[in-house]
């Protein structure tokens, strides 16, 4: 009954956000900055950060709200995203240890518990570090590929798409009326 009622809603909002004529750029602008935050942990502001990102730069709420609702479900695989990407770029860009520092390495510690705890802290703050810069990366390309999709997508199809659904719903308007 519930999952009925999801689609329900998201077919009205659908066929809402085909209505609107408010142009491509706005629409696209919506969605991009309505998915925007779902690459940053934001620890529940989420939709509250995609909102206000919406209404300052003036995108379009419908598609914002759309985004930001599949982005919630794709977080998961967004953060995994952010740490790969991160990763990558990090073994792209670094640069080799001076053979000094890796003699000073080899030699052995004083005390082997400090090491080991050095070791754990920097093996967390790599990551760390490679969520932050995957994170970053994945929002500036991400974004930018998808407003041109979207905007290309919306300027092409949005027409057909409308007849499409007006067809749908009128052929079910004949088969409830028993025509």
């Given amino acids: 009954m519930r ?3 999801w689609k329900r809603n998201a077919a009205y909002h659908g066929i809402r956000l085909l209505r609107q004529r408010q142009g491509s750029h706005r629409i696209s602008l919506g969605a991009v ?9 934001t620890f529940g502001i ?20 759309f985004a930001a609702s599949v982005g919630t479900f794709l ?16 073994e792209l860009f670094a640069r080799p240890a001076e053979p000094e520092l890796d003699e000073l390495l080899s030699e052995p510690a004083a005390d082997i518990s400090y090491e080991e705890t050095a070791d754990s802290l920097g093996a ?3 990551i760390g570090v490679d969520f932050l810069i995957g994170s970053m990366l994945n929002s ?5 590929a998808m407003y041109g999709l979207l905007r290309i997508v919306w300027t092409r199809y949005r027409l ?3 007849r499409h659904v007006r067809a749908r719903i009128a052929g079910a308007r004949a088969v409830a009326a028993g025509i």
């Fill in 3 to 5: 999952l009925r009622r």
């Fill in 33 to 41: 900055l309505g998915f925007l935050p779902c690459w940053y942990p």
């Fill in 46 to 65: 989420g939709l509250p950060l995609s909102l206000g990102l919406i209404r300052l730069f003036r995108g379009n709420a419908v598609s914002g709200l």
């Fill in 75 to 90: 977080w998961p695989f967004l953060f995994y995203a952010n740490y790969l990407t991160g990763q990558l770029a990090r």
């Fill in 124 to 126: 967390l703050s790599g």
């Fill in 140 to 144: 500036i390309f991400v974004s930018a």
């Fill in 160 to 162: 057909s798409m409308l």
